[in-house]
């Protein structure tokens, strides 16, 4: 979820999601950060799957799915492509080259929603969605191997409601590796030293006081909040079998209807929860 619109009160509102299925060639040509296991396509199938159908029977969403490419093994991995904020959608410049062509199917679809699209073309400036994190309040873009200071201008200047303040990101991929929003003014965080660092430096940049989660595993931090009229406050967040300390803490969140979510094949190529899909808020057109 790179970012839903309407301010603070709207925060989290929801009425569509794209998402993209999953190319085979991911097992063996997606991009990622350690050697590791395999992954498993058949498990990986089913575990996307049950994401997409909480988004669309659970939740109600329309769910737009923009077909698999073989050509391209990170296209699953939406949410790098298009930071999208109210009416407006920036299509971004991922900092991997091989990614980039990933953006021409997302432009396709988010022109169909009829939001104001906006490119990315200057050619020094590079920029992942899964360093952007958008608090209803302000933006946060982190400074990673994908995301450099040009990409971070070009949102700032795409979104000039929105203050926009840069975090570095050393240890993770993205700054979403190890933080995102799991209620209207709550930043659920990981417990390791980067990430803390990383929100104490959020903190100092803000005007705003937030609320923090802390959970014991940097991975289960990345959760996908939504604010459903007829649920409330939603979040997906990571199987108490893949993470049990930190499924514990989510629990605690009583206000919460939680919807546990494996991640466990996707994660082995750097995927996380809101890598998955793009949020869309779109007004009623009468």
Request: hydrophobic share 40%.
């Amino acid at each position: 979820m790179a970012g839903l619109g309407g301010g603070p009160a709207a925060f989290g509102r929801c009425t569509h999601a794209v998402v993209r299925a999953l190319p085979e060639s991911l097992c063996r040509q997606a991009l990622r950060s350690a050697a590791g296991p395999e992954v498993d396509f058949a498990r990986a199938e089913r575990e996307y799957q049950l994401y997409v159908g909480v988004l669309r029977g659970k939740l109600g969403l329309q769910v737009l799915e923009l077909p698999a490419d073989e050509s391209l093994p990170d296209c699953v991995f939406v949410e790098d492509v298009a930071v999208v904020c109210e009416e407006t959608a920036l299509l971004t410049r991922p900092g991997a080259p091989s990614r980039r062509k990933e953006v021409e199917a997302m432009k396709r679809v988010l022109e169909s929603l009829n939001l104001n699209i906006v490119e990315m073309v200057d050619e020094n400036a590079t920029l992942d969605g899964g360093d952007v994190l958008f608090t209803g309040r302000e933006f946060f873009v982190g400074l990673s191997r994908r995301t450099n200071q040009r990409g971070a201008e070009i949102l700032a200047d795409t979104f000039k409601d929105y203050a926009v303040s840069t975090v570095p990101v050393h240890d993770s991929l993205h700054l979403k590796s190890f933080c995102s929003m799991a209620g209207p003014n709550l930043i659920a965080i990981g417990s390791s030293e980067a990430a803390q660092k990383a929100l104490k430096t959020m903190q100092q940049m803000s005007d705003h006081r937030y609320d923090k989660l802390t959970v014991p595993d940097d991975a289960a931090a990345n959760c996908v909040y939504l604010n459903i009229p007829s649920k409330g406050h939603v979040l997906l967040h990571r199987a108490p079998e893949e993470y049990p300390e930190s499924a514990k803490v989510f629990e605690k969140l009583k206000d919460h209807m939680l919807i546990p979510i494996a991640n466990t094949e996707l994660e082995k190529v750097d995927g996380a929860l809101t890598c998955c899909s793009v949020l869309i808020n779109k007004a009623s057109e009468l």
